[in-house]
């Protein structure tokens, strides 16, 4: 399954959605299965965005003060043998797996953990669970607003592949994000990268 990874769009803003921002978001999420926001969406006409795309499952962000039934505080999802949690704020991301869990997820078993809040890029590995968080598409390491980052999730039976892209640059404003790439098989790290290459959002599907 392919899945669309965003968190903190923060929107209406100085735009009011993410394809004013250029054309890059549609065409990504017009390629995936499922979108994973991780909150602050603050309005919920982004998510009915984003629905045209493919199906919504939200985190409740600190700032999202409206009630929607595609959110709850802390979402569980199990996608092809993957046990997802998703919840808006795991920060401090850095603290041990099973403080994570126990905080976050009432001490359930997950495979992967997946937030925001932070709007800075993660993909880490560590004790057997994937920790991602997407950054924000337009509010970058809390810059002002510009291009940011969405992440791609693809789970198959045994493999997780997941990839944070750069959304572009804009004029003046540097991107301050790092594209990053995790490939994980049969419980073992295969791949993590970050930087060296990877560029803008890419749209394939395979």
């Given at each position: 399954?392919?899945?669309?990874?965003?968190?903190?769009?923060?929107?209406?803003?100085?735009?009011?959605?993410?394809?004013?921002?250029?054309p890059?978001?549609?065409a990504?999420?017009?390629?995936?299965?499922?979108?994973?926001?991780?909150?602050?969406?603050?309005?919920?006409?982004?998510?009915?965005?984003?629905?045209?795309?493919?199906?919504?499952?939200?985190?409740?962000?600190?700032?999202d003060?409206?009630?929607?039934?595609?959110?709850?505080?802390?979402?569980?999802?199990d996608?092809?043998?993957?046990?997802?949690?998703?919840?808006?704020?795991?920060?401090p991301?850095?603290?041990?797996?099973?403080?994570?869990?126990?905080?976050?997820?009432?001490?359930e078993?997950?495979?992967?953990?997946?937030?925001?809040?932070?709007?800075?890029?993660r993909?880490?590995?560590?004790?057997?669970?994937?920790?991602?968080?997407?950054?924000?598409?337009?509010?970058?390491?809390?810059?002002?607003?510009?291009?940011?980052?969405?992440?791609?999730?693809?789970?198959?039976?045994?493999?997780?592949?997941?990839?944070?892209?750069?959304?572009?640059?804009?004029?003046?404003?540097?991107?301050p994000?790092?594209?990053?790439?995790?490939?994980?098989?049969?419980?073992?790290?295969?791949?993590?990268?970050?930087?060296?290459?990877?560029?803008?959002?890419?749209?394939?599907?395979?």
């Amino acid at each position: 399954m392919r899945i669309g990874l965003v968190t903190d769009t923060h929107l209406p803003a100085l735009v009011r959605q993410l394809d004013e921002l250029g054309p890059e978001s549609a065409a990504f999420f017009a390629t995936v299965d499922l979108i994973l926001h991780g909150g602050d969406v603050t309005a919920p006409t982004v998510l009915d965005w984003l629905e045209q795309f493919a199906p919504v499952v939200v985190a409740k962000g600190n700032n999202d003060g409206f009630d929607d039934p595609r959110m709850l505080p802390v979402q569980f999802l199990d996608i092809h043998g993957w046990r997802i949690g998703m919840v808006h704020n795991l920060a401090p991301e850095s603290r041990p797996v099973h403080v994570l869990r126990e905080r976050a997820f009432h001490g359930e078993h997950v495979d992967i953990m997946i937030a925001g809040h932070t709007h800075l890029e993660r993909l880490e590995h560590r004790d057997g669970v994937a920790i991602i968080n997407s950054g924000s598409p337009i509010l970058p390491h809390h810059k002002d607003t510009r291009h940011g980052t969405l992440g791609l999730l693809e789970l198959a039976p045994e493999r997780l592949h997941a990839e944070i892209f750069l959304l572009g640059h804009t004029n003046g404003r540097a991107n301050p994000a790092t594209p990053m790439t995790m490939t994980i098989e049969h419980g073992h790290l295969l791949q993590l990268v970050h930087g060296h290459g990877h560029g803008r959002l890419h749209t394939h599907t395979g």
